[in-house]
């Protein structure tokens, strides 16, 4: 009954959570009608979620969630490519950023999960049917939180030139689109050797950081960020939270610690994997140190 009450409780405050970045983003914004249009597709964001839980539940199914959450933003960010009028350049790069990103990771995800069968985070999860809705519901809110920098300057009604802002932050997006792809070929190009089954990968981007998708991800968030600040005001800066609950997520939640945890457990007794942790980076990519090279590989 206690883990029931906190479930609930916990849908309820991403709810509360969601509606105020809803709110606070659409002070100074475009409207539809008589509604704000980035409360709006804060709104939909989280529906979306909902309607397709629906079909998780009936099938005990997680092989959507993430096709789900990349289309979400691609969905959301062409509605607004169409609804949102006079867009600039600066806007309109901002929305083909949030597709682009979106297009090539939530096909890639769901691509893996096809392949493995399952997503193993879920096992536990999906017992429990108001769980399993509540990670639905948590992804509505992620949605919200990344993609918020862009969508609200897109609907700011404050609309600023290309300075050198945007160049920095586009910048910074290629950059960290450049490495979040590149590793994630790597490493799915390295697991496609059968002598590499059930090892760690420590070649290419990988024997500079432990996490480089990551460190790419983050990266392009945060030029995601920069380049919208300029058409953000007052409360619209809620929109900035972007590459910070980015960086949270994937440092202390649910990205690295999850990831060093069954490196540890499959391999922390390894001598090799020992070393490769010792001297390789978190997150944060450095060049690799002599004594990394020809060791074996991370799954």
């Known amino acids: 009954m206690k883990n029931r009450s906190s479930s609930f409780a916990i849908i309820g405050i991403v709810i509360l959570i969601g509606a105020f970045v809803g709110w606070a983003g659409s002070q100074n914004g475009a409207m539809l009608g008589s509604v704000p249009l980035f409360a709006l597709v804060v709104a939909a964001a989280f529906i979306i979620q909902w309607l397709v839980f629906i079909h998780a539940q009936l099938n005990h199914t997680e092989k959507y969630y993430d096709l789900v ?106 950059a960290g689109f450049a490495i979040e792809v590149t590793a994630d070929l790597q490493k799915r190009v390295w697991r496609k050797k059968p002598e590499n089954k059930g090892r760690y990968i420590t070649t290419g981007l990988w024997a500079w950081s432990r996490h480089p998708n990551y460190f790419g991800e983050i990266t392009l968030w945060l030029g995601v960020a920069l380049a919208a600040m300029p058409n953000l005001s007052g409360w619209q800066y809620i929109g900035l939270v972007s590459p910070v609950f980015v960086t949270i997520l994937l440092t202390r939640v649910s990205g690295i610690p999850l990831l060093e945890k069954q ?25 690799p140190r002599a004594a990394q090279q020809g060791r074996a590989g991370q799954t």
């Open 69 to 174: 959450g990349s289309m979400t933003y691609t969905f959301i960010s062409l509605f607004l490519l169409v609804a949102v009028p006079n867009l600039g350049a600066r806007e309109l790069i901002l929305g083909l950023m949030v597709i682009t990103w979106a297009l090539r990771l939530g096909p890639f995800l769901f691509l893996r999960i096809k392949k493995d069968g399952r997503d193993s985070r879920f096992d536990e999860i999906k017992k429990s049917p108001i769980r399993f809705f509540n990670v639905w519901n948590i992804q509505g809110l992620w949605v919200t939180f990344t993609a918020s920098a862009a969508w609200i300057a897109m609907t700011s009604a404050d609309r600023t030139p290309i300075d050198w802002l945007f160049a920095v932050g586009l910048a910074l997006w290629v």
């Open 263 to 287: 490196g540890e457990e499959r391999w922390g007794d390894e001598e090799g994997y020992r070393d490769y942790v010792e001297r390789t980076p978190v997150l944060i990519p450095m060049p």
